[in-house]
């Protein structure tokens, strides 16, 4: 297929045709494409070119890395590199160079004199993407601190599932954010961890350099447009608000204040939170107060902090860092927050309470004009607020449990305000001296579930999960099912996150101990896998191109036994963009998903899921990584990038050529040499000075003589006839030579035969003399010169001067007045 608008491969003086190719066949296709006016060349000064290096794989070998190296010829002469136009295929690593030799994975911006991309390991066509299957999480202590709290799950680019988490009420100078490679089980890359949390955006650093304390029930808010971007509650020494941490670039991305801390009556020395709805973050400092954050822009809502709607707790003035005691959930478009506004440290004493913010309004939500009682007395407390959900999975209700020295005690209110009997959850029925915390919502396969981290008294570490669709305590799973293959049992549970690829929950609680828990059984490890790949084609072209996909082929597991899993749990879906379930195809016996019925020109991006119940891990090692690959047919995938052709006037082609490696050996692509065509400001100008002599004297008038010359000859200097001798100035007032010129003279032909085809160089003159015998006068002599830009490459049109004029006059030009041109 060729792709529309490409150049196709131009040779460079003297380059063989065709393309290098190594001995098995492997090749690389240039081609560049004119990104500022398209499909026009030769391009221009000022111009930007698309250079565009397609890879052909023949090897039929055993995978091996592609490396493809791009060098810009002429970097920062003829051409300079665009920052952030390099494109890669799909889980390709790009690279840059300064040097040509040693290369980075920042982008060096125009600096840049070579670029690089290195494929995986592959076999066929190329377009297709891989994720690797997650292996079972073994419970392990990992660098997440006694005082880490709920994971934060991320999925990176290649497929690799990592768990962050941040220290609860720690800080502000000690490093508190930690990263878990659950992939590989071992940290992230990118440490030591744990690593401090700042303010100022930027890479993360280390030691105790931070500046953010953390409260004491943390919960976090997904950035909905920026994968891997996490909001958390953050508070500093003069202000609570939104910290930003992007866990794909390890980085800090910035700090918005919400609150200043006052000087009272009543101060913002901490917060709960962060929850999000509709494309914001909200929060309750310990004034009771909502906060906002828009996630989009990263700026304090409009109107923030809005009202008080729960009691302060820990306000009093000067106890900045000071612990939220309570937490908040959305329901059905509202914001809840729970206050336990205990007698230490609180400006007013009193039981825990349940408040309600509607951000339609901005205001207290109506039915709870004042907050309401939601513990047994003033000592009880709380860390958290959960919504309740009715049989159908909609929301009814909000509720709050609190630890109360004996068992614990649920409180619960319908949306409205109502009164709400608390649910049959157990949490009432645990030990005294339990401590319940924010629950996991888990809607899987119909049944819409609560799992809660329960721990404290007798209880070293448990989870007590609730079915909301049947009303009772989940199925199958243990009233309180405790973790003895993990630490012993001793996990002091803070809470889970839910990874819907696995189907699993990742644990994490107080006694630093990350671990999976099968949301069915309670059991630990979680014996479940599997993996998500995205398939977007046009991704894998950048050429700017039509027509390069023919459509999908098929979805592959390897690496794994599938003698290993449990065909009765075994599922695969395939989804669009919008989460729209497009199929469920079978896995055939070899582990393959036949993907050829679905278009690829209705569905341009698909999604394809893969989950698995295992029956034992021995297909997860340190050298075997099942994976899950999906596929298409269409052209070889590409890599390219920019650059702007120099203003400089000299520059005349701009030229391109790729080199590379993968199992077959090296390779080098055709060169490609691209003419630029003058720009307005790189063009000669020539004027031309039409003159004839004033006296009949050929000697005068010939070259080097005196003449004189003038627009017009005197009355009868001819007669009625003579030899007119003519002389033609040639300037070339512009920047660059001019060449091929010649002089346009219909009259006097004889004066363009003088002048011949020359070169004239910019600020040059060259003078032009010529004569004819006058058969009847009065004769006017206009002249032209035609020229083009020198240098300029096959096919620029030329360029005519203005014209100009002499007269050869008679006795008639006194009836007449000479033409001054």
């Given at each position: 297929m060729i792709a529309a608008g490409s150049l196709q491969p131009v040779l460079a003086a003297g380059a063989p045709a065709g393309t290098t190719t190594s001995a098995a066949g492997s090749t690389l296709l240039k081609t560049a494409q004119n990104a500022t006016s398209p499909g026009q060349f030769p391009v221009q000064h000022g111009d930007t070119v698309n250079w565009a290096v397609g890879y052909h794989n023949s090897s039929t070998a055993d995978p091996t890395p592609v490396t493809v190296t791009d060098p810009i010829t002429g970097a920062g002469a003829a051409q300079t590199y665009v920052p952030g136009s390099l494109r890669v295929p799909p889980g390709w690593t790009p690279a840059w160079s300064t040097d040509g030799s040693s290369f980075t994975g920042a982008d060096q911006g125009a600096a840049t004199t070579a670029v690089r991309a290195t494929g995986p390991a592959t076999t066929g066509a190329g377009t297709a993407v891989s994720s690797d299957l997650l292996p079972p999480v073994q419970a392990a202590t990992r660098a997440t601190g006694g005082d880490g709290f709920t994971p934060i799950l991320y999925r990176?680019?290649?497929?690799?599932?990592?768990?962050?988490?941040?220290?609860?009420?720690?800080?502000?100078?000690?490093?508190?954010?930690?990263?878990?490679?659950?992939?590989?089980?071992?940290?992230?890359?990118?440490?030591?961890?744990?690593?401090?949390?700042?303010?100022?955006?930027?890479p993360l650093g280390t030691g105790n350099t931070g500046n953010i304390y953390t409260?004491?029930?943390?919960?976090?808010?997904?950035?909905?447009?920026?994968?891997?971007?996490v909001y958390y509650p953050a508070t500093t020494a003069t202000a609570v608000g939104a910290g930003c941490l992007d866990m794909g670039t390890r980085a800090n991305c910035g700090f918005v204040p919400l609150e200043t801390s006052g000087a009272g009556p009543s101060?913002?020395?901490?917060?709960?939170?962060l929850v999000g709805y509709d494309g914001k973050a909200y929060?309750?400092?310990?004034?009771?107060?909502?906060?906002?954050?828009?996630?989009?822009?990263?700026?304090?809502?409009?109107?923030?902090?809005?009202?008080?709607?729960?009691?302060?707790?820990?306000?009093?003035?000067?106890?900045?860092?000071?612990?939220?005691?309570?937490?908040?959930t959305v329901a059905d478009g509202r914001v809840y927050a729970s206050s336990s506004p205990t007698t230490s440290g609180s400006s007013a004493a009193g039981a825990t309470a349940l408040g309600c913010f509607d951000p339609a309004t901005?205001?207290?939500?109506?039915?709870?004009?004042?907050?309401?009682?939601?513990?047994?007395?003033?000592?009880?407390?709380?860390?958290?607020?959960?919504?309740?959900?009715?049989?159908?999975?909609?929301?009814?209700g909000v509720c709050t449990t609190n630890a109360t020295g004996g068992a614990p005690s649920t409180s619960c209110y319908t949306l409205d305000g109502g009164a709400l009997a608390a649910p049959a959850t157990g949490l009432d029925a645990l030990p005294a001296g339990a401590l319940v915390f924010a629950p996991e919502v888990v809607d899987s396969g119909g049944d819409n579930r609560s799992y809660f981290g329960v721990w404290g008294g007798p209880l070293p570490g448990d989870t007590v999960c609730y079915s909301w669709t049947h009303a009772e305590p989940c199925a199958g799973f243990p009233a309180v099912a405790g973790h003895p293959t993990v630490s012993n049992g001793a996990t002091r549970d803070y809470g889970y996150a839910y990874d819907s690829t696995t189907r699993c929950l990742i644990g994490l609680g107080d006694a630093g101990v990350l671990f999976s828990l099968d949301p069915a059984t309670g059991a630990s490890p979680c014996l479940h896998s599997g993996a998500a790949v995205t398939l977007k084609p046009t991704n894998f072209y950048c050429d700017g191109g039509t027509g390069h996909v023919a459509g999908y082929t098929e979805?592959?597991?390897?690496?794994?036994?599938?003698?290993?899993?449990?065909?009765?749990?075994?599922?695969?879906?395939?989804t669009d963009p919008g989460g729209t379930v497009l199929a469920t195809p079978p896995l055939s016996p070899t582990g393959t998903v036949d993907l050829s019925g679905i278009s690829a020109a209705d569905h341009p991006s698909i999604t394809v899921t893969v989950q698995l119940s295992l029956t034992g891990t021995s297909d997860f090692t340190a050298t075997n990584h099942p994976a899950l690959t999906a596929s298409f047919q269409g052209d070889d995938p590409q890599v390219?990038?920019?650059?702007?052709?120099?203003?400089?006037c000299a520059t005349t082609h701009v030229d391109d050529t790729a080199t590379g490696t993968d199992g077959t050996g090296a390779l080098t692509s055709n060169p490609v040499s691209v003419a630029v065509a003058p720009g307005a400001q790189c063009h000669p100008d020539i004027t031309v000075n039409k003159e004839i002599c004033t006296v009949a004297s050929p000697h005068a008038c010939g070259p080097g003589g005196a003449g004189p010359w003038a627009k017009s000859s005197p009355v009868g200097?001819?007669?009625?006839?003579?030899?007119?001798?003519?002389?033609?100035?040639?300037?070339?007032?512009?920047?660059?030579?001019?060449?091929?010129?010649?002089?346009?003279?219909?009259?006097?032909?004889?004066?363009?035969?003088?002048?011949?085809?020359?070169?004239?160089?910019?600020?040059?003159?060259?003078?032009?003399?010529?004569?004819?015998?006058?058969?009847?006068?009065?004769?006017?002599?206009?002249?032209?010169?035609?020229?083009?830009?020198?240098?300029?490459?096959?096919?620029?049109p030329s360029t005519t001067s203005p014209p100009s004029s002499a007269v050869a006059c008679s006795l008639l030009c006194i009836l007449a007045a000479p033409d001054p041109s």
């Open positions: 990176t680019a290649s497929g690799d599932v990592e768990a962050w988490n941040i220290y609860h009420h720690t800080g502000p100078a000690n490093p508190i954010v930690v990263c878990n490679d659950l992939s590989s089980g071992q940290p992230c890359p990118g440490g030591p961890w744990p690593r401090p949390l700042n303010t100022a955006p930027g409260p004491l029930s943390p919960q976090y808010v997904l950035d909905p447009g920026r994968p891997g971007v101060s913002a020395n901490g917060l709960a939170g929060g309750t400092a310990s004034t009771g107060q909502v906060l906002c954050l828009e996630i989009a822009s990263q700026a304090p809502c409009p109107g923030q902090p809005f009202a008080a709607i729960v009691p302060p707790n820990h306000d009093l003035p000067g106890h900045t860092y000071a612990l939220y005691q309570g937490g908040m901005g205001a207290v939500c109506a039915g709870w004009t004042t907050p309401h009682p939601a513990g047994p007395n003033a000592g009880a407390y709380t860390y958290g607020a959960f919504t309740s959900f009715d049989t159908a999975g909609h929301p009814n979805a592959r597991l390897t690496g794994l036994d599938l003698g290993h899993t449990d065909p009765t749990g075994t599922t695969v879906s395939v390219c990038l920019r650059t702007v052709v120099t203003a400089n200097l001819l007669q009625l006839l003579g030899t007119a001798y003519w002389r033609i100035t040639l300037t070339n007032t512009g920047p660059v030579d001019a060449s091929g010129v010649t002089v346009n003279d219909a009259v006097t032909t004889a004066c363009s035969r003088a002048a011949g085809t020359f070169t004239l160089a910019a600020g040059a003159s060259r003078q032009v003399y010529c004569s004819s015998f006058l058969l009847a006068l009065p004769v006017k002599n206009t002249a032209t010169a035609t020229y083009y830009p020198a240098g300029a490459p096959s096919g620029t």
